[in-house]
Nanobody, 117 residues
Framework: QVQLVESGGGLVQPGGSLRLSCAVSGSTFSNYVMGWHRQAPGKQRELVATISSGGTTNYAESVKGRFIMSRDSAKKTVYLQMNSLKPEDTAVYYC???????????WGPGTQVTVSS
């Protein structure tokens, strides 16, 4: 079973940048589509971005042009570079791994991102 640990969250001013990391262990990295989701207080968890084992990315409309997701297979780590951050990006960000063969999802514990002046 895959284990996920996020890092890199924090407090940033509007217009600033943060880079989130998600370290993957316990399984073959290439067997998974990786994703970032977020959940703001009082709202449902929503998909932010995904990346396939081949590097194909997809983004929510709300973050297109501002966020970039990438993966480093050698380090078994995925990243979310977040630029031009807005207060509405404030949320707990979760790393997700979806096993391609079974559709089984695994989640990290989450990391808090707060965008505020």
């Amino acid at each position: 079973q895959v284990q996920l640990v996020e890092s890199g969250g924090g407090l940033v001013q509007p217009g600033g940048s943060l880079r989130l990391s998600c370290a993957v262990s316990g399984s073959t990295f290439s067997n998974y589509v990786m994703g970032w989701h977020r959940q703001a207080p009082g709202k449902q968890r929503e998909l932010v971005a995904t990346i396939s084992s081949g590097g194909t990315t997809n983004y929510a409309e709300s973050v297109k042009g501002r966020f970039i997701m990438s993966r480093d297979s050698a380090k078994k780590t995925v990243y979310l570079q977040m630029n031009s951050l807005k207060p509405e990006d404030t949320a707990v960000y979760y790393c997700n791994a979806r096993r391609v063969a079974t559709g089984l999802n695994s989640w990290g514990p989450g990391t808090q991102v707060t965008v505020s002046s």
